[in-house]
């Protein structure tokens, strides 16, 4: 009666790189002000499945990179610099937070302290900033980078 199971059903194996995305290069000649490790490799991973707009490979890499502010500041550092190379400066929807615009208030706080290459300043914010808060700077620093990786000036 009824079906026979077996007792130890098996698994296949899972591939992890049955789908993969092309890490980018991320600048690496960079002092962090307060000498914290910058993940590099994480960032690029980050950089390179949010370029491929492939959310379920990014969203555990996002939750890796808010614990780790120092990683989670070059990434906004980084959208920033892409930001400044195109338009000359950074606009008041980056940076106000009276400016109507899409970009987080965590992303506009670390923005603002970073003005004037004050990046100790950043990176110290960003430290203090809940994980929460992080992960919504690192979301808009990750748009705003895509963007501009997307449409090359
Ligand atoms: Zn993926």
Do not use: W
Request: charged residues 25%.
């Amino acid at each position: 009666m009824g079906r026979h199971k077996p007792n130890k059903p098996r698994r296949s194996r899972p591939e992890p790189d049955a789908h993969r995305h092309e890490d980018f290069e991320i600048p690496t000649d960079f002092a962090d002000p307060g000498g914290r490790p910058v993940d590099h490799a994480l960032l690029g991973q980050l950089v390179g499945t949010a370029f491929d707009g492939c959310t379920t490979c990014q969203d555990p890499l996002l939750t890796l990179l808010v614990e780790d502010p120092a990683t989670t500041a070059r990434l906004v550092e980084l959208a920033c610099v892409a930001t400044h190379s195109v338009l000359g400066g950074l606009p008041a929807s980056m940076t106000d937070d009276d400016v109507p615009g899409q970009t987080a208030p965590e992303f506009r706080r670390l923005a603002r302290a970073g003005l004037d290459g004050a990046n100790d300043t950043m990176f110290v914010a960003c430290g203090e900033l809940p994980t929460a808060g992080r992960r919504a700077a690192a979301n808009t620093a990750l748009d705003i980078l895509i963007g501009h990786l997307a449409t090359p000036a």
